[in-house]
């Protein structure tokens, strides 16, 4: 009888991995600004984009495959990716701007601003990049 642990069915839920994907993505950008900025010499504005979209791709295929099960990525959803972590930027700056404007400190601003954009993009990871297509959505007509 083989049955699973607490903690291996708490780790098999796709919202927990998603969550794991993302945590440790955080910490992957931070060495790969370094690199980019301190030991290569880039521009802090052109480490960042580089750093950016490297972990938007790494982070993609993780999601795609670990947290959501697909055998294989698709154009489609990379592209869905792409433009669901660019709108969660521009919510994220957007609110920064905003709750600092209203007298909040931007420390705590940006906390509150990243809690709104990350909740977007759990938000488009599981309702329109990687959801359950019903059984007649995308056939050919």
Do not use: C
């Amino acid at each position: 009888m083989n049955q699973a642990t607490p903690l291996r069915q708490f780790l098999a839920k796709p919202m927990v991995r998603w969550w794991i994907v993302g945590l440790f993505f955080t910490g992957f950008n931070i060495p790969a600004l370094y690199v980019l900025h301190e030991v290569l010499g880039l521009t802090v504005a052109i480490a960042t984009l580089i750093a950016a979209e490297l972990t938007t791709i790494l982070r993609f295929f993780l999601n795609d495959r670990w947290v959501f099960g697909h055998p294989r990525p698709t154009w489609r959803r990379l592209w869905q990716y792409h433009l669901s972590n660019a709108g969660s930027f521009v919510i994220w700056w957007l609110a920064i701007n905003a709750i600092e404007a209203a007298g909040i400190h931007y420390l705590i601003a940006s906390l509150l601003a990243t809690a709104i954009s990350v909740g977007w993009s759990m938000a488009t990871n599981f309702l329109w990049i990687w959801r359950k297509k019903s059984q007649g959505e995308g056939r050919s007509p």
